[in-house]
């Protein structure tokens, strides 16, 4: 099974960015669609964004303004998350996650779908 590590967090101020990146053990083209997904102190997972492994089709939920994005480099077997004017209610643990899918243009978009999972980095913002 893939195993995936997240690396990239950490303190920042109101207004900055991070990029998040997610490592996977085994290669990504072909076999798994990408999520990343945030929990707060206190609240449920909650997804960000998802890429089909070909990175042709995107989703972000409705509910998220236009400050994160997600890419996928299938040659480094790597997800990334650039988040820009980061907010103090951004503050969570982010986890990427693996979809299992050989379609280039699936992507999951709840979590149950997908079956393997980070371990998180946690992202603090103040303000």
């Known amino acids: 099974q893939v195993q995936l590590v997240e690396s990239g967090g950490g303190s920042v101020q109101t207004g900055a960015s991070l990029r998040l990146s997610c490592e996977a053990s085994e290669q990504l083209n072909g076999h798994y669609a990408m999520g990343w997904f945030r929990q707060a102190p206190g609240k449920g997972r909650e997804i960000l964004a998802a890429i089909s492994w070909s990175g042709l089709v995107t989703h972000y939920p409705d509910s998220m303004e236009d400050r994160f994005i997600i890419s996928i480099d299938n040659a480094k077997n790597a997800v990334y998350l650039q988040m820009n004017n980061l907010k103090p209610e951004d503050t969570a643990v982010y986890y990427c996650?693996?979809?299992?899918?050989?379609?280039?243009?699936?992507?999951?978009?709840?979590?149950?779908?997908?079956?393997?999972w980070g371990q998180g980095t946690q992202v603090t913002v103040s303000s």
């Open positions: 996650a693996a979809d299992a899918s050989s379609d280039s243009y699936y992507y999951g978009v709840a979590e149950y779908e997908y079956d393997y």
